[in-house]
């Protein structure tokens, strides 16, 4: 059965194609929901949530993008409405005090040779939220700027703003300290 069946069948409520969509994204949108939640339990309750708003709207869902890039964006925001939920509120840079970052700056995300994609993970765990969830949604889930901005509800200066402070951050805490260890 081709995807695009699957999903019009899903439109008109075909439990057996809903079944089969969900069982093809759930591991995927499970790892999405837990990079941002660190909680098995809650990652579990965002993918669901985010599965049934997905059947629920997916009269909407125009084929502009892949359905799997579709359900990323629900569960990702479900996400993100999840932590706003637990009162971990996203904190909003004054608009202010935001410097305009150029769009020709470093963008390489080089890090040392003894560096484990391991130490990256707790470092990117270690950076405050508002750098974090940019630097995620950037570097790891691969949104742009613009779609960022829609997401957590910032400006493009304030994402693009916060990604850069988040990846001088996270070479910060990247670099090796003295004698080859980070301590």
């Not at 359900?71 to 932590?83: A, E, M, P, Q, Y």
């Not at 484990?116 to 750098?131: E, G, Q, R």
């Not at 990604?163 to 301590?183: D, W």
């Amino acid at each position: 059965m081709f995807k695009v069946d699957i999903i019009e069948q899903c439109k008109q409520n075909n439990r057996k194609a809903q079944l089969q969509l969900y069982n093809q994204y759930c591991d995927g949108m499970y790892i999405v929901a837990n990079r941002f939640l660190k909680d098995a339990n809650d990652a579990e309750d965002v993918v669901q949530e985010a599965f049934i708003k997905a059947f629920s709207k997916l009269h909407q869902y125009k084929a502009e993008v892949t359905f799997g890039a579709w359900l990323k964006r629900i569960v990702v925001n479900k996400s993100i409405d999840f932590l706003k939920s637990k009162k971990q509120k996203l904190v909003k840079l004054d608009e202010v005090h935001l410097k305009v970052v150029e769009a020709d700056y470093d963008d390489k995300w080089l890090v040392e040779d003894a560096i484990t994609l391991n130490d990256v993970k707790k470092a990117i765990n270690n950076l405050p939220d508002k750098y974090q969830y940019v630097v995620m949604l950037y570097l790891i889930e691969g949104y742009d700027h613009q779609e960022i901005s829609e997401i957590l509800n910032i400006t493009e200066v304030a994402s693009r703003t916060q990604l850069f402070r988040g990846k001088a951050k996270l070479q910060e805490l990247l670099t090796l300290k003295k004698n080859g260890t980070r301590y």
